[in-house]
C-alpha cells in the first residue's frame, strides 16, 4: 500500500512515528512536508518542519519538548549574543546547526531542496520517503497590528510562534510566495499513485493549509483516485498543541473538530476522525458530505498514535471512492 501524508511539524511527525507502527511491512509512506515555517537565520536555511519530521523518525528529536536535537547545547546561541547578533529569539543547537550548513552549502552549489532533503534523510533513515512540497522559496506570513497602533504590519511565521507567542489577534495569513511556486518532483505523482491519503492532526491553516496553497496540491488531493481520511487537531474545542486557534480565528473557522473538517471540505475529505470528546460533531461532518467516527485521538503514547493511524487506514478502507 501507498500511503501519502502531507504533515506540518510536531503533531504530524509524531503521528507519522505511530502510522510506521501501524503499517504492514512493505507498505510505502511518502511525506509531503510544509515548508511555509522555513526561514533565513544567520546565513543558514532553516527548515523546521522537515527536520522535525526527519529528527523524530530518526531518533534525533528532543522528545520533550518536540522540536530540536536530543542533547543539544547552545555554545553557538550564545557567542552570537555575545556578538549582539541577532535575532535574539530564535535560537539554533550546536547539534541543529550542522543540519543547516549542510543545508545552505548543497543550496549554494545548486541544489534543489528535495535533493537536499534527501541527501539529510540519508543520515537519518526515517523509514518514509521526505519531500518537501515546493523547491521553490515560499514563507508564511502573519498580519498583525503594528505597535503602538500604527497599522498592521505583516511579521514572518516564526515571529509570531516563537518571539511574539502567537499572543496577539493575527487577522490574515498569506503564504509569500506560493502562487508563484510548482510542486517539487515526487509529489504531484505520489499523491497521483497513492492508495490512501492522510491529513495528520497538523495545523489546518500554516501546515497543511500553507500545502495545499502551492498550486496544482490542491487539485491533485481532489482529483486523487485515493481516498483522503484527515484526523481533527482540535479536540474538545481547543487544539491539543500549538495555536491553531489562533490561526483558523483570522480565516474565519471556528476552533472545533466539525469548522476543521467543513474548512476542508468534501472537495478534498472522504473521511474524518474527531475525538470521543468531539462525538456530539459526528452529525454536521457527515452533514457536510464526510464520513465521520469519533475515536481517541490523543497521541498520549505510541501505541495510542498507531491506533489512531490503523482508525485512519480503515476509515479509508471504509470510504474509498
Keep these: ?39 533565513h537565520l544567520f546565513g543558514l536555511k532553516v527548515c523546521p518542519d522537515l527536520d522535525t519530521v526527519m529528527y523524530t523518525l ?4 528532543n522528545e520533550e519538548q518536540g522540536w530540536g536535537r536530543a542533547a543539544e547545547t547552545w555554545s553557538v546561541k550564545e557567542e552570537m549574543k555575545a556578538y549582539g547578533v541577532g535575532p535574539d529569539w530564535f535560537g539554533l543547537g550546536d547539534r541543529d546547526v550542522a543540519t543547516h550548513v549542510v543545508r545552505t552549502q548543497m543550496l549554494g552549489a ?19 520517503r521526505l519531500i518537501p512540497m515546493s523547491d521553490d522559496r515560499v514563507e508564511t506570513h502573519i498580519l498583525i497590528d503594528g505597535e503602538g497602533g500604527e497599522g498592521r504590519r505583516a511579521v514572518h511565521f516564526q515571529e509570531y510562534w516563537v518571539r511574539l507567542h502567537a499572543g496577539v489577534p493575527a487577522h490574515a495569513i498569506v503564504p509569500v510566495g506560493a502562487e508563484d511556486a510548482k510542486p517539487a518532483p515526487g509529489v504531484l505523482e505520489a499523491l497521483a499513485e497513492a492508495d490512501v491519503i492522510l491529513f495528520p492532526p497538523s495545523n489546518p491553516v500554516v501546515s497543511i493549509g500553507t500545502i495545499l496553497s502551492v498550486p496544482g496540491i490542491r487539485a491533485a488531493v481532489a482529483g486523487a483516485a485515493a481516498p ?15 495555536m491553531a486557534d ?30 470521543t470528546a468531539d462525538a456530539g460533531a459526528v452529525a454536521a461532518v457527515e452533514a457536510a458530505g464526510i464520513t465521520c467516527r469519533a475515536v481517541p485521538l490523543l497521541m498520549t503514547d505510541p501505541a495510542a498514535t498507531a491506533a489512531m493511524a490503523r482508525t485512519a487506514l480503515a476509515l479509508a478502507a471504509e470510504v474509498r471512492r
Design 1 to 39: 500500500m501507498r500511503i501519502v501524508v502531507l504533515a506540518g511539524g510536531i503533531g504530524g511527525a509524531r503521528f507519522l512515528r505511530g502510522l510506521k507502527a501501524a503499517v504492514a511491512p512493505g507498505d510505502e509512506i511518502t511525506v509531503i512536508g510544509n515548508t511555509g515555517d522555513d526561514i
Design 58 to 61: 530518526g531518533g534525533g528529536i
Design 110 to 128: 545548486g541544489y534543489p531542496l528535495s535533493a537536499v532533503t534527501e541527501a539529510l534523510c540519508a543520515r537519518w533513515q526515517p523509514g518514509v
Design 228 to 242: 483522503v481520511v484527515g484526523l481533527s487537531p482540535i479536540v474538545g474545542g481547543a487544539p491539543v498543541r500549538g
Design 246 to 275: 489562533k490561526v483558523l480565528a483570522a480565516v474565519g473557522v471556528e476552533s472545533t473538530a466539525d469548522a476543521v473538517a467543513r474548512h476542508y471540505g468534501a472537495e478534498l475529505l472522504d473521511g474524518w476522525l474527531v475525538d
